[in-house]
């Protein structure tokens, strides 16, 4: 089942989506620039076989909820995120901030 859920930060809607799958669920909250994600986004991949696409992007570990994703720090982050002032350890929803 996937949901698409909009949510508000300090006045701003961004969309959160979550996906259930069978023993895990994929939890993701995009802007239009980047987007935040579970443990099962792939950095190292983002950085080093998509590199051409400046994706803006961070992970976050052990998170089980959207809400969960959103107060988290984030564990890693693209070299496009760096560039915008986004870094590990910087709360989901001040990199999503950054973001918009």
Do not use: F
């Amino acid at each position: 089942m996937v949901t698409l859920i909009p949510i508000q930060i300090e006045g701003h809607t961004v969309m959160a989506v979550e996906v259930k799958l069978p023993k895990t669920t994929l939890l993701a909250v995009y802007t239009q620039r980047g987007y935040i994600m579970c443990g099962a986004l792939d950095v190292q991949l983002l950085n080093e076989k998509l590199a051409d696409r400046q994706i803006i992007a961070g992970r976050a570990v052990g998170v089980r909820t959207i809400d969960d994703l959103l107060e988290a720090p984030l564990e890693s982050v693209t070299v496009e995120a760096e560039r915008w002032g986004i870094h590990a350890g910087l709360k989901g929803k001040d990199a999503l901030m950054r973001m918009l």
